[in-house]
């Protein structure tokens, strides 16, 4: 499906250690209402199935319900919310939502315990209304998909939070390799793994999923940093056309967007058999971590039949 993406507010009602738009440092919006008007009526016609809205958090913007409202009267047949989730503990507001077309809710789950959760986002109370939500959005029929940043600080709780989503019903699991811009900059000394460290929790958490007949996808991995043939998951694996506004400007391709600018590729990259299919790897982890644990020698040989390359 070809989706329109929005950045509609860089505020937040939370302050996460890992936010990769830097949402804790603002004290004021840099997004123009009027870009974000004039975007979705540039594009009406296009054949733009989806709206995904995030931010920092959407749903405190001011305008955020008539957003909803504009989107439904241009004609875009459906909604994809990024929300940590905490508004919509308030059941009649997630009917609202659901009522002018908020089919998915793609809701940040980043522990099983408001001890873990509540510590990264610095959100007291918030975990607790995050569990509220989702179950909200689920009782309201919505697709609901949670996604987990990976820090040090829930490392070892990935296979709890796999098992929480399943109890709850989440219809799909999407766990993120911490992409250390943002807020993460300042802080990645203390909450980046490394990729070895990642798989030995990742894997039961995905195998569990998995068993539960839920739809699980990887965000942000280099494809021979996974293995066992979870590398099929890369969220990049689907198809998607996502066009962009951020912050006024305009980007044609999400996917490449990451791929040409936010990432890089290395010697081990050269003579990869899936070199047009990787994201690459995030360059402040090679800054931080180097590429001595990075091989072609990795990836499946199989793997690069029936996937798109990016470009």
């Known amino acids: 499906m070809k989706c329109l993406s929005i950045h509609l507010t860089d505020l937040c009602n939370s302050e996460c250690t890992f936010c990769v738009v830097g949402s804790p440092l603002y004290t004021t919006d840099s997004v123009r209402y009027d870009e974000v008007l004039s975007f979705l009526e540039d594009h009406q016609h296009e054949g733009y199935g989806a709206v995904n809205l995030h931010g920092g958090e959407p749903t405190i913007h001011p305008h955020f319900v008539e957003v909803l409202d504009y989107i439904r009267e241009l004609g875009y047949s459906e909604v994809h919310l990024q929300t940590n989730g905490i508004r919509l503990a308030r059941e009649r507001f997630v009917k609202t939502l659901v009522e002018r077309n908020v089919t998915k809710f793609i809701v940040s789950l980043h522990g099983d315990e408001a001890e873990y959760h509540d510590s990264q986002t ?44 399943c109890d709850l019903g989440v219809h799909h699991i999407n766990f993120s390799n911490l992409h250390p811009v943002g807020s993460a900059r300042f802080s990645r000394a203390r909450i980046m793994p490394d990729l070895a460290a990642i798989r030995r929790h990742l894997y039961p958490a995905v195998d569990h999923a998995i068993a539960c007949g839920r739809t699980v996808t990887l965000e942000g991995f280099p494809y021979c940093s996974i293995d066992g043939g979870r590398e099929q998951l890369h969220l990049t694996n689907e198809y998607r056309h996502i066009k962009l506004l951020v912050r006024g400007q305009v980007l044609e391709s999400y996917d490449n967007f990451m791929r040409d600018k936010m990432s890089v590729f290395g010697a081990p990259c050269s003579d990869c058999s899936v070199r047009s299919i990787c994201g690459g790897v995030y360059p402040e982890y090679i800054d931080y971590f180097g590429w001595e644990e990075f091989s072609a020698d990795a990836v499946p040989l199989n793997l690069v039949e029936g996937l798109v390359p990016l470009s």
């Open 122 to 165: 610095f959100s007291p109370g918030g975990f607790a209304k995050t569990i509220e939500g989702i179950r909200n959005a689920k009782d309201h029929g919505a697709h609901v998909r949670t996604n987990t940043v990976i820090t040090r600080q829930n490392l070892d709780r990935l296979t709890a939070i796999s098992e929480l989503a």
